[in-house]
């Protein structure tokens, strides 16, 4: 069965960072296309940044680009997103999500993790 499991959020202070981890399970991300959403109270979900597994390139959301870093392990089954000077706008749901078509960040991934919650606040 194939799975994303992510790991790492938690509770920082403003300007503080985090480590998010999605680990494939199951399967490994060889040409798939590994994106980062997130989902804040009331808000729709939106496209943090993407990576495809084929080539490396990498896509970040125009608030998102300069803070955080979207990279892959040598043998594709981690996906991480370092996430820094958080502020409390960053807080959110975040969702690991896979597309075996290797769409970056499409809106209709094949797979999704369950989400880890990071909540930026003093």
């Known amino acids: 069965q194939l799975q994303l499991v992510e790991s790492g959020g938690g509770l920082v202070q403003p300007g503080g960072s985090l480590r998010l981890s999605c680990v494939a399970s199951?399967?490994?991300?060889?040409?798939?296309?590994i994106g980062w959403y997130r989902q804040a109270p009331g808000e729709e979900r939106e496209a943090v940044s993407c990576?495809?597994?084929?080539?490396?390139?990498?896509y970040y959301a125009d608030s998102m680009e300069g803070r955080f870093t979207i990279s892959m392990d040598n043998d594709k089954t981690t996906v991480y997103l370092q996430l820094d000077n958080l502020q409390p706008e960053d807080t959110a749901i975040y969702y690991c999500?896979?597309?075996?078509?290797?769409?970056?960040?499409?809106?209709?991934?094949?797979?999704w993790g369950q989400g880890t919650q990071v909540t930026v606040s003093s």
């Open positions: 990576i495809s597994t084929s080539d490396g390139s990498t």
């Open positions: 999500a896979a597309d075996k078509d290797g769409r970056i960040c499409s809106p209709q991934p094949d797979y």
């Open positions: 199951g399967f490994t991300f060889d040409y798939y296309a």
